[in-house]
């Protein structure tokens, strides 16, 4: 194999540094194919004695034993070969990402890989060129190391994406290179002899095209190496379900590629799994490179960049995530988990009974079709004057201590913002019919008592189930009020549930026996995949747009939400600014007013000199009740 031999595989290449000596004799020798060279130089060395009870180990773990071949030369050289088959020079950082996807096939320790890429900064080429130099080279290695035998038969790829024409991208390159001139002549040598015909290789290697859509069947085939391009785009059910199975059969490498988005999904999960692997195990999974990394080595990619920059700002959304690689998981879904911890956590176990004298109130997402019944109830709890300063100090140093914003809290206070509604029970009911769940639900709320207001779904059910839990309902302390999901009605629930969240008013009770049960956990599961969606001006919280995905939990909460402002604001809905939620404002009570007119006036001040501290006296001055003024 001249062509080899003169232009790109020297036999000292693949030599361990402590035999170089020996590599110009070892030139001399007759000629041999590439996997020949490689295999001799192994068989050449002289073995040492392996310790008693020595284990060797290598970076990344094997399920193949090499024995005392190292395998790091084969891998190192691989990562040669690709660069001089496909005269494509990779960058440094697309070479640290290409050289572990090698090693993990090399290995075959079935691992799964990570990598976020600034866009445009060559993700594609990179995976293209990798697929490329395994689908020539492991059938020919496969031959001379059993260890390799896995890919005698050829190397099998399947290239997936959320739709065919972003598939079509890593295909179209690996087209490219495998009918390049420069791999042609590799092909071409006669010592090799492999035909190429439509991402098809005569040794048995291929590569098959898929679309990783919802709706998309494509169950059914084996793969060594699964590249997922636009990974942040593939919904869970689909990467586990469908494309995972396919690397079992070969305990495949499943390589992510992807850029952040403002949802949760499985590739954001899956790369927190690889950042955990570094923490404790030292062990690179995960390969991250934003446009500074890029623009080191591509000028003009720099310059564009810094155009962007000027057009859009380097604080706008797009820029950081499609460049900066943040994911904006606060723009997109209901909640993150930080916030949950942060707002809405309580280390208590649910309430296994009722207190004496305290209020509840509920709310009813009642099941269609699939869905469960769910029933939430909420025990209300008045914060003291000293408690509701203590908030207002709190959203201070998130506002970064801006007058502006405390003072407009202070303006649309209501009732209802004194209270901290906690969780203290859930009831879920499916398969029954409704009739069937109204008058267990009504026993229940009868039972318990205390449930002040019940805020019942009456979307597309007709009056019948509101009807009916109202009239058993009747004559007892509970009202019962229907809730009809329209836009503004879907708008109101996401206003009251972030106004909620932002005075740390929801709570949710996460002790070790709570987080145990199933009703917590499916909470929980729902809460945190929950997204805001707009339409028209109008937000909703609701389930992502996925097979299987549900919210009878989410929307059983919002509805209590809804019923503790229905009845501690005696059926008026107010809503205040909050910093989660841009938009909506509700009308403001105007006694509250005398509250910073006082402080104003014990002070001396005018109203935009008064600091917070002002505001904080005016507050425990234990003349004032500020309960009194919110109605």
Not at 330 to 340: H, N, R, S, V, Y
Not at 498 to 510: D, E, G, Q, T, W
Request: charged share 25%; hydrophobic share 35%; with cysteine.
């Amino acid at each position: 194999m001249e062509f080899i031999h003169n232009n790109l595989y020297p036999r000292a290449t693949f030599l361990p540094k402590q035999q170089e000596t020996e590599s110009k004799t070892v030139e001399k020798a007759p000629e041999k194919d590439l996997a020949e060279i490689i295999a001799s130089t192994y068989a050449e060395e002289e073995e040492e004695p392996e310790e008693e009870g020595e284990e060797k180990e290598y970076s990344f773990g094997s399920i193949v034993e090499w024995g005392e071949i190292d395998p790091t030369p084969i891998i190192d050289n691989l990562v040669k070969v690709m660069i001089e088959m496909t005269g494509v020079k990779l960058y440094p950082y697309q070479l640290t990402f290409a050289r572990r996807v090698i090693e993990s096939v090399v290995l075959n320790d079935g691992d799964e890989i990570t990598a976020l890429y600034s866009r445009q900064s060559g993700k594609s080429e990179t995976i293209a060129n990798v697929v490329v130099v395994l689908m020539v080279m492991l059938p020919l290695l496969a031959t001379h190391f059993k260890q390799l035998e896995l890919y005698k038969n050829g190397f099998f790829v399947g290239l997936f994406a959320p739709i065919d024409a972003q598939s079509k991208i890593i295909g179209d390159r690996v087209n490219a290179r495998l009918s390049g001139e420069i791999t042609q002549e590799f092909l071409n040598d006669p010592d090799l002899n492999i035909v190429y015909t439509s991402l098809k290789l005569s040794n048995g290697s291929f590569a098959k095209i898929h679309t990783a859509a919802p709706q998309s069947k494509i169950e059914g085939h084996s793969y060594h190496l699964i590249v997922v391009d636009e990974a942040q785009h593939v919904v869970e059910e689909k990467m586990v379900r469908s494309i995972h199975p396919q690397a079992a059969a070969f305990n495949g490498t499943i390589a992510k590629m992807g850029t952040p988005t403002d949802q949760n999904c499985e590739f954001y999960e899956a790369i927190k799994r690889n950042l955990a692997l570094i923490s404790t195990s030292k062990k690179r999974n995960h390969f991250e490179f934003n446009y500074k990394t890029v623009q080191k080595y591509n000028k003009r990619y720099g310059i564009f960049v810094k155009k962007e920059i000027e057009r859009y700002g380097i604080d706008n959304d797009y820029f950081r995530m499609s460049y900066g690689l943040e994911w904006l998981l606060d723009q997109g879904m209901c909640i993150t988990e930080k916030e949950f911890q942060k707002r809405m956590r309580v280390p208590h176990g649910l309430e296994n009974m009722r207190i004496d004298g305290a209020l509840y109130v509920a709310g009813l997402d009642l099941g269609k079709k699939q869905d469960s019944t769910v029933l939430t109830i909420l025990k209300l709890q008045k914060r003291t004057n000293d408690e509701f300063v203590k908030l207002l100090d709190s959203i201070a140093k998130e506002e970064k201590e801006d007058l502006h914003f405390i003072q407009e809290d202070l303006k649309s206070v209501t009732e209802a913002d004194y209270y901290v509604k906690e969780v203290v029970q859930w009831y879920e009911y499916h398969k029954d019919n409704w009739q069937a769940q109204i008058i267990n639900l009504s026993s229940v709320i009868k039972d318990h008592g205390g449930i002040l207001t019940v805020a019942v779904d009456a979307t597309g059910t007709g009056d019948m189930p509101y009807e009916t839990l109202n009239s058993r309902l009747n004559y007892t302390e509970t009202e019962v009020i229907p809730v009809q999901f329209s836009q503004k009605m879907n708008h109101t629930l996401a206003q009251i549930f972030y106004k909620n969240l932002n005075h740390k008013a929801v709570k949710i009770p996460s002790g070790q026996g709570a987080k145990t049960s199933r009703r917590w956990k499916k909470f929980h599961s729902q809460l945190l995949s929950a997204i805001k969606v707009w339409k028209n001006n109008y937000m909703q919280i609701t389930h992502p747009q996925v097979k299987g995905a549900k919210d009878d939990y989410v929307q059983s909460l919002l509805l209590a939400l809804y019923a503790a402002e229905y009845y501690l604001n005696s059926g008026n809905i107010h809503i205040s600014r909050n910093m989660f939620f841009s938009g909506g404002g509700g009308e403001e009570t105007t006694q509250i007013d005398d509250i910073i007119q006082t402080a104003k006036f014990s002070t001396g001040e005018k109203e935009d000199n008064m600091s917070i501290s002002d505001i904080r006296k005016a507050l425990h001055n234990q003349t004032l009740n500020v309960a009194q003024f919110s109605k």
